[in-house]
């Protein structure tokens, strides 16, 4: 069956730098887009970013456009996201999930927490 | 990336149909037919419950249904049942490869 594992997920200082990364297994991994999503502890969920299932056309959302870096190592099966110049609205639980015929997503990761905090 | 628009809480009764509604815009749920809705329990993932406005993946009860008018998208939960509280949140395909959710709506079973 799918699955998507999330790891990397810490207390971070603002201003800082923090990669998660996203182990697949169950399907093939370089036939899919992949998506990162977030969601604030008690609060609703948000898109964050996607990348094709060859690594090419990434899109982000506005509020982490520049900072963050959607990737992919389709050898390893295994989806990262590279987060820079880290504040404290970054601060959430962060997901992956995989992009099916660019309609929706439909697995999801059990998520990793990212606290940006001093 | 405007939020879709969802009520915060709608309840009813064992057996009772509630309709969740989920506006965005012209950008969003008015231009596309990639609307799809999830289900989350506290602690856990969410979990794809419809996707192109009316699909059901694999399992999931036929209860759920959707549909679509103009910017407005809705979900039926059909025979409400006690297992059926939880949060929900829509999500639609936008402009340019970006994707914008609703903040959610807590369905509470009386």
């Known amino acids: 069956q799918v699955q998507l594992v999330e790891s990397g997920g810490g207390v971070v200082q603002p201003g800082g730098s923090l990669t998660l990364s996203c182990a697949a297994s169950?399907?093939?991994?370089?036939?899919?887009?992949m998506h990162w999503l977030r969601q604030v502890p008690g609060k609703g969920l948000e898109w964050v970013t996607s990348?094709?299932?060859?690594?090419?056309?990434?899109k982000y959302a506005d509020s982490v456009k520049g900072r963050f870096t959607i990737s992919r190592d389709n050898s390893k099966d295994t989806l990262f996201l590279q987060m820079n110049s880290l504040r404290g609205d970054d601060s959430a639980v962060y997901f992956c999930?995989?992009?099916?015929?660019?309609?929706?997503?439909?697995?999801w990761g059990q998520g990793t927490l990212v606290t940006v905090s001093s | 990336q405007s939020a879709l628009t969802q009520p915060a809480s709608v309840s009813g009764s064992p057996g009772q149909s509630i309709t969740l509604s989920c506006t965005g815009t012209k950008n969003d749920v008015g231009s596309y037919n990639f609307v799809s809705w999830f289900q989350q329990y506290p602690g856990k993932s969410p979990k794809l419950i419809l996707y192109d406005i009316t699909e059901r993946p694999s399992g999931v009860s036929s209860r759920f249904s959707g549909s679509k008018s103009a910017n407005t998208a809705s979900l039926t939960i059909s025979g409400l049942q006690g297992e059926d509280e939880a949060d929900y949140y829509c999500?639609?395909?936008?402009?340019?490869?970006?994707?914008?959710f609703g903040g959610g709506t807590k369905v509470t079973v009386l």
């Open positions: 999500c639609s395909y936008a402009r340019s490869g970006t994707w914008v």
């Open positions: 999930a995989r992009g099916i015929s660019g309609t929706h997503f439909d697995s």
């Open positions: 169950g399907f093939t991994f370089s036939t899919f887009s």
């Open positions: 990348v094709s299932f060859d690594g090419d056309h990434p």
